[in-house]
């Protein structure tokens, strides 16, 4: 079973920074995808980014640069670096895992919910105006 593990939430204000840190962990020897998503009261879970096992990141349409993710290298570990938020920000923030097409090994980046089939219990960011 994998499991997947967000940290890192909490209260901060309108203007400041929050860092976000997931762990995912399950099949030996497995380096997967991973990615970051959000949902608001009332609204769709919404995908942020989502890196392959090597860093690199793609990111949804909607990213305006105040997000950032990094992967530690090598590892089932990734980062979401969150600047200058808003109260639009208050969401609980979902990470998610996947297998790569090869089982072992994720080599292309994913985005959209149905594409992940392991996800944390999330953690909860507030910004206060």
């Known amino acids: 079973q994998v499991q997947v593990v967000e940290s890192g939430g909490g209260s901060v204000q309108s203007g400041g920074s929050l860092r976000l840190s997931c762990e995912a962990s399950?099949?030996?020897?497995?380096?997967?995808?991973m990615g970051w998503f959000r949902q608001a009261p009332g609204k769709e879970r919404e995908g942020i980014g989502g890196?392959?096992?090597?860093?690199?990141?793609r990111y949804a349409e909607t990213r305006d640069g105040r997000f950032t993710l990094s992967r530690d290298n090598g590892k089932n570990i990734l980062y979401l670096q969150m600047s200058s938020l808003n109260t639009k920000d208050t969401a609980m923030y979902y990470c998610?895992?996947?297998?790569?097409?090869?089982?072992?090994?994720?080599?292309?980046?994913?985005?959209?919910?149905?594409?992940?089939?392991?996800w944390g219990q999330g953690t909860q960011v507030t910004v206060s105006s």
């Open positions: 399950g099949y030996p020897g497995t380096s997967y995808c």
């Open positions: 890196s392959d096992s090597d860093g690199n990141g």
């Open positions: 998610a895992a996947a297998r790569g097409r090869g089982g072992y090994y994720c080599r292309d980046p994913l985005l959209y919910v149905q594409e992940y089939n392991y």
